[in-house]
């Protein structure tokens, strides 16, 4: 975990528990509860912290947003680059179930293909005997047919 990280943690907290939940940025603090140094100025970290959704900032004053808020109830910002990290994670692993589960799909449609195709001279063979079958029987009731219209007349 970044050390910025941790700083966002704490002013986020320190804001949302101002009473309007706003503070000049000259206020943040570093994780001793001292005003920051040289190397994190305040107006640096607010535009980190506006930058990530948490603040919005008129001039000096900085002003929670709603996502700062859902972020500090549910935990603060550590906890919640935790949950996001986590979720990224659940979804990577479905991904990997879902390409797993259509590469074992394409494997069976493969083997499907290749049983058909095997198939195929014999398939070919049975609908060619089924036409010839089907030519004789044709042939046959046509000369019954004429057979029996020869004979009654």
């Known amino acids: 975990m970044d050390e ?5 943690d704490l002013n986020l907290e320190t804001i ?11 206020e943040f ?15 640096k970290f607010a535009d980190e912290m506006v930058s990530r959704g948490l603040i919005r900032l008129q001039k000096q004053l900085c002003i ?3 996502k700062g808020r859902e972020v500090y109830r549910e935990g603060g910002w ?3 680059l935790q949950n996001k990290k986590r979720t990224e994670e659940e979804l990577q692993e479905k ?3 879902k390409e797993d589960l259509e ?24 609908a060619r005997i089924g036409f010839i079958i089907a030519i004789v ?5 046509i000369v019954k047919f004429i057979v029996d219209n020869i004979g009654n007349e």
């Open 78 to 80: 550590i906890k919640y």
């Open 137 to 141: 029987l044709a042939t046959i009731e």
């Open 95 to 97: 991904i990997k179930e």
């Open 4 to 8: 910025i990280d941790k700083l966002i």
């Open 29 to 43: 603090v570093d994780k001793d509860g001292k005003k920051l140094n040289q190397k994190f100025l305040g107006e």
């Open 103 to 126: 590469l074992e799909k394409s494997k069976v449609d493969l083997e499907l293909a290749k049983k058909m195709l095997e198939e195929y001279p014999k398939t070919k063979w049975f």
């Open 16 to 26: 949302f528990k101002q009473e309007n939940q706003e503070m000049f940025y000259h």
């Open 64 to 66: 929670i947003e709603q």
